[in-house]
C-alpha cells in the first residue's frame, strides 16, 4: 500500500546522525518539508525521534531500511540510538504528497 510520493526540499541536505548504543542528535536545516526521509545505512535496529534525545522506546528503523516522519516544518533536531554497534542514520527533509 502506498501512502504518498516522497519529494525531497529543493535546498535539502542530508544530515547523518553517527549513531552507536548511546543517543547521538543533529539539528536540521530550516525548511518547508513537513517530514523526513530516514535512512538506516546500519546492520542493525535503529531508534529514532525528532528532538535532541532518543531511546529504545522510540520509532524503530530496522537494520538498512527507509522510513518517512511527518514531524512539520519546524522541527529543529533529530536523533538515533542503536540497539548494538556504530553507524550512521541519514536524515534529509522533504514533503509527502500524493501518489
Given at each position: 500500500?502506498?501512502?504518498?510520493?516522497?519529494?525531497?526540499?529543493?535546498?535539502?541536505?542530508?544530515?547523518?546522525?553517527?549513531?552507536?548504543?548511546?543517543?547521538?542528535?543533529?539539528?536540521?536545516?530550516?525548511?518547508?518539508?513537513?517530514?523526513?526521509?530516514?535512512?538506516?545505512?546500519?546492520?542493525?535496529?535503529a531508534f529514532v525521534a525528532?528532538?535532541?534525545?532518543?531511546?529504545?522506546?522510540?520509532?524503530?528503523?530496522?537494520a538498512g531500511s527507509q522510513?518517512?516522519?511527518?514531524?512539520?516544518?519546524?522541527?529543529?533536531?533529530?536523533?538515533?540510538?542503536?540497539?548494538?554497534?556504530?553507524?550512521?542514520?541519514?536524515?534529509?527533509?522533504?514533503s509527502l504528497g500524493a501518489?
Amino acid at each position: 500500500m502506498s501512502f504518498g510520493r516522497w519529494t525531497p526540499d529543493a535546498h535539502a541536505n542530508t544530515i547523518a546522525v553517527t549513531a552507536n548504543t548511546a543517543s547521538a542528535s543533529a539539528s536540521l536545516p530550516p525548511t518547508t518539508g513537513e517530514a523526513v526521509l530516514i535512512t538506516n545505512t546500519t546492520g542493525y535496529l535503529a531508534f529514532v525521534a525528532v528532538g535532541p534525545v532518543a531511546t529504545v522506546n522510540d520509532l524503530p528503523c530496522p537494520a538498512g531500511s527507509q522510513t518517512v516522519l511527518q514531524c512539520g516544518r519546524y522541527a529543529s533536531a533529530v536523533s538515533a540510538i542503536l540497539q548494538a554497534g556504530t553507524g550512521s542514520i541519514l536524515f534529509t527533509r522533504g514533503s509527502l504528497g500524493a501518489n
